[in-house]
Structures are given as C-alpha cells and as structure tokens.
C-alpha cells in the first residue's frame, strides 16, 4: 500500500505528463477526464468528484 507521498509523487507525475502533452488552456474538464484515464491505470483506487458537505450562513 502506497503512503500519501508516493500517491502524490505519481499525482503529480501524472499531471506533469498530461500539461507536456497539452499544455495550458484546455477546459478543466478535458484535463480532468484525460487525469481519469491516466491514474486509472496506475491500479490506485479513487472516486473522481465527490460532493462535501457544505454548510453556508
């Protein structure tokens, strides 16, 4: 089982690999689905877009 470190090592990796093959101004949600399609094949269970309970005022 990977600690918070080496998760976050391969995050950011990913998201290094992803922002060289595109680059900037993409819609957030083509990063996003294109960030799925990679860390799901890193084997490392997540749920993508999970709502929070918010309490305003």
Known sequence: MLN???IAKVV???CFKIHQQ???GLFESVYE???Y???NKTGIPFSRQQGIPL???
Request: aromatic share 22%; no cysteine; charged share 35%.
């Open 55 to 57: 309490i305003h005022e």
């Open 22 to 24: 595109y680059g900037p």
């Open 33 to 35: 689905e294109i960030f």
């Open 12 to 14: 950011v990796d990913s």
């Open 4 to 6: 918070e470190n080496e």
């Open 37 to 39: 399609y990679e860390f």
